[in-house]
T-cell receptor, first 116, second 118 residues
């Protein structure tokens, strides 16, 4: 069975600094997808970035980038130039899609606080 | 598009009462998912539908929970009778589906319904 582990329950970072959130997962699958979602106090789940396991290149979305290490089953999120609006819970998620059948597994989340 | 719409945003009820949560997916999306979020268990997938048909309900906690999708634009999650341990935030999400591995697999979440059972 797949599992997703986020070992940092809480983190803080100074505004404009860089922070890295960790995520590890366990799977025997070869083709799958990984996501980072942001959940601000408004509770809305917002997609931050996604990574296809078959791609070696790390995904990047503006200030957000990932370090995807497939062999190590690691998928960390780096936030550069942190902003106050980045304060939120961040969830790492694993997804497998096969012929219309989905498997989604979410981590327990990391609460990030950006300090002014 | 207005995104995934859920109602109500907040629901407070007493133990034993029936609760119905509603969801309208993004137009054109073939897949609809129901999740439950609690502090103890995090985000759990309860059930999902493809083209209005339930595909996997293995996450539904017990028979008190049921979900329906009578058409492509509406789904309900019902709890009858409700219990205090059902208190949680319930999310609905949808994605386009299609070929495995495409960008169409990205899920879009609704704002959630915070349920409190007294």
């Amino acid at each position: 069975a797949q599992t997703v582990t986020q070992s940092q329950p809480e983190m803080s970072v100074q505004e404009a600094e860089t922070v890295t959130l960790s995520c590890t997962y366990d799977t025997s699958e070869n083709n799958y997808y990984l996501f980072w979602y942001k959940q601000p106090p408004s509770r809305q789940m917002i997609l931050v970035i996604r990574q296809e396991a078959y791609k070696q290149q790390n995904a990047t979305e503006n200030r957000f980038s990932v370090n995807f290490q497939k062999a190590a089953k690691s998928f960390s999120l780096k936030i550069s130039d942190s902003q106050l609006g980045d304060t939120a819970m961040y969830f790492c998620a694993f997804m497998k899609h096969t012929s219309g059948t989905y498997k989604y597994i979410f981590g327990t989340g990391t609460r990030l606080k950006v300090l002014a | 598009d207005a995104g995934v719409i859920q109602s109500p945003r907040h629901e407070v009820t007493e133990m034993g009462q029936e609760v119905t949560l509603r969801c309208k997916p993004i137009s054109g999306h073939d897949y609809l998912f129901w999740y439950r979020q609690t502090m103890m268990r995090g985000l759990e997938l309860l059930i999902y539908f493809n083209n209005n048909v339930p595909i996997d309900d293995s996450g539904m906690p017990e028979d008190r929970f049921s979900a329906k999708m009578p058409n492509a634009s509406f789904s309900t999650l019902k709890i009858q009778p409700s219990e205090p341990r059902d208190s949680a935030v319930y999310f609905c999400a949808s994605n386009l589906g299609g070929l495995a591995g495409g960008l169409t697999d990205t899920q879009y979440f609704g704002p959630g319904t915070r349920l409190t059972v007294l």
